[in-house]
């Protein structure tokens, strides 16, 4: 299958993914017992379909017994460079960069699929599956297993060269190919910098994540209420999370090249002022419409309460009196109770007087008591 793999290799490059691997489909026995024990301990959180076909997850052949191989390809996208700004005076929020542009789930797709087509070209009938973020697949296993990168401590997958800014997209196949003899050599050394300087703490060592920390979950897949411990370390993070590819030094080169970018620094308090068909006409083909006007609204309300800025108050107390959701209200009285000033006070006096729903009474009484 050499031939083929070349060709194959080709189109890769052609279609723009700038790594391509090739992996014998087994059994992933080493995961086996680290899975079970991560879903029994509630680390899915709200992420219910982690739990759905663990099996499936553990050992692709069964989707379908007659895969053998996974073709495993790399998709870049731009590392973020944001305007050097001061967050605080100009209120805006941060944005991960992988979000930046349509989706890419649509993008990553329809280029993975021009590969998986160049496959069925040359090898008439065979069977291929396209995933991208997306199936009951452990992606990065099976990169890793192609040869890609090695797990980092802040548990993406590194490359030496493309760092970590870059989506997988895998092709489950039935045709094979030579698997690589031996994995990538892991590079991480003595370097701590991303568990160290993520914000909630999120990273421990043994290359273990708990999503229940991690700031890229909590505002994008977690439907609920933050909760407030965690609030104030969110910053001005309202959708994802770069801090753990910002500082690792495989990365440290790359957001120099990119160009300045605004949309990843939107103003807190127009996003705040959204409704719902504002929301639509923006996000409709983003990423960030996963998280939901209410998700992303509520993390906005946070990111103004952590920003300590006075001129905060006045969208906050908007969103308080006239917002549609009681979970974005809710949060717009937390970050109004971060502040001293009498006119957040007052906001959240006559709130209290009229608010009918328990929940948001609740973060109205709170904010009350523990306001500066």
Same mark, same amino acid.
């Given at each position: 299958?050499?031939?083929?793999?070349?060709q194959?290799?080709?189109?890769?490059?052609?279609?723009?993914?700038?790594?391509?691997?090739?992996?014998?489909?087994? @059994?992933?026995?080493?995961?086996?017992?680290?899975?079970?024990?991560?879903?029994a301990?509630?680390? *899915?959180?709200?992420?219910?379909?982690?739990?759905?076909s663990?099996?499936?997850?553990?050992?692709?052949?069964?989707?379908?017994?007659?895969?053998?191989?996974?073709?495993?390809?790399?998709?870049?996208?731009?590392?973020?460079?944001?305007?050097?700004?001061d967050?605080?005076?100009?209120?805006?929020?941060?944005?991960?960069?992988?979000?930046?542009?349509?989706?890419?789930?649509?993008?990553?797709?329809a280029?993975?699929?021009?590969?998986?087509?160049?496959?069925?070209?040359?090898?008439?009938?065979?069977?291929?599956?396209?995933?991208?973020?997306?199936?009951?697949?452990?992606? @990065?296993?099976?990169?890793?297993?192609?040869?890609?990168?090695?797990?980092?401590r802040?548990?993406?997958?590194?490359?030496?060269?493309?760092?970590?800014?870059?989506?997988?997209?895998?092709?489950?196949?039935?045709?094979?190919?030579?698997?690589?003899?031996?994995?990538?050599?892991?590079?991480?050394?003595?370097?701590?910098?991303?568990?160290?300087?993520?914000?909630?703490?999120?990273?421990?060592?043994?290359?273990?994540?708990?999503?229940?920390?991690?700031?890229?979950?909590?505002?994008?897949?977690?439907?609920?209420?933050?909760?407030?411990?965690?609030?104030?370390?969110?910053?001005?993070?309202?959708?994802?999370?770069?801090?753990?590819?910002?500082?690792?030094?495989?990365?440290?080169?790359?957001?120099?090249?990119?160009?300045?970018?605004?949309?990843?620094?939107?103003?807190?308090?127009?996003?705040?002022?959204?409704?719902?068909?504002?929301?639509?006409r923006?996000?409709?083909?983003?990423?960030?419409?996963r998280?939901k006007?209410?998700?992303?609204?509520?993390? *906005?309300?946070?990111?103004?309460?952590?920003?300590?800025?006075?001129?905060?108050?006045?969208?906050?107390?908007?969103?308080?009196?006239?917002?549609?959701?009681?979970?974005?209200?809710?949060?717009?009285?937390?970050?109004?109770?971060?502040?001293?000033?009498?006119?957040?006070?007052?906001?959240?006096?006559?709130?209290r007087?009229?608010?009918?729903?328990?929940?948001?009474? *609740?973060?109205?009484?709170?904010?009350?008591?523990?306001?500066?």
């Open positions: 299958m050499r031939p083929l793999a070349k194959l290799e080709s189109i890769a490059l052609e279609q723009g993914f700038i790594l391509i691997g090739f992996a014998a489909l087994r @059994r992933l026995d080493e995961r086996a017992e680290f899975f079970s024990r991560w879903l301990e509630g680390r *899915a959180a709200e992420m219910g379909w982690l739990a759905k663990p099996e499936k997850r553990l050992d692709p052949r069964l989707i379908d017994p007659r895969l053998r191989s996974a073709i495993m390809l790399a998709w870049p996208y731009a590392p973020p460079r944001i305007p050097e700004i967050w605080c005076a100009e209120m805006r929020g941060r944005i991960a960069a992988y979000a930046l542009g349509p989706d890419y789930h649509e993008t990553v797709k280029r993975a699929t021009a590969v998986a087509k160049e496959l069925a070209t040359a090898r008439p009938g065979s069977v291929t599956r396209v995933y991208v973020d997306t199936g009951p697949v452990f992606e @990065r296993e099976w990169a890793a297993d192609a040869r890609l990168g090695w797990f980092g802040n548990t993406n997958l590194l490359n030496r060269y493309h760092g970590s800014y870059f989506f997988l997209a895998e092709i489950l196949t039935d045709a094979e190919f030579d698997a690589p003899a031996e994995p990538y050599r892991e590079h991480c050394g003595t370097c701590r910098r991303c568990l160290d300087l993520c914000p909630t703490g999120a990273l421990a060592d043994g290359y273990m994540l708990e999503p229940r920390l991690c700031i890229s979950y909590l505002t994008i897949e977690h439907r609920g209420p933050i909760p407030r411990a965690m609030r104030p370390r969110l910053g001005a993070w309202i959708f994802g999370c770069d801090v753990c590819q910002e500082v690792c030094p495989w990365n440290a080169d790359d957001a120099a090249a990119t160009p300045v970018n605004e949309e990843l620094a939107p103003s807190l308090a127009a996003l705040l002022a959204l409704d719902d068909d504002g929301f639509r923006r996000f409709a083909k983003s990423a960030i419409r998280t006007r209410r998700g992303l609204l509520r993390n *906005a309300a946070i990111a103004l309460g952590n920003s300590g800025n006075p001129a905060a108050i006045a969208p906050l107390t908007r969103a308080l009196a006239s917002e549609p959701e009681p979970l974005v209200r809710a949060h717009a009285a937390w970050a109004l109770g971060r502040f001293a000033a009498s006119d957040a006070h007052a906001a959240l006096e006559r709130a007087a009229r608010e009918p729903n328990p929940s948001v009474l *609740a973060e109205i009484s709170l904010a009350l008591e523990r306001a500066p």
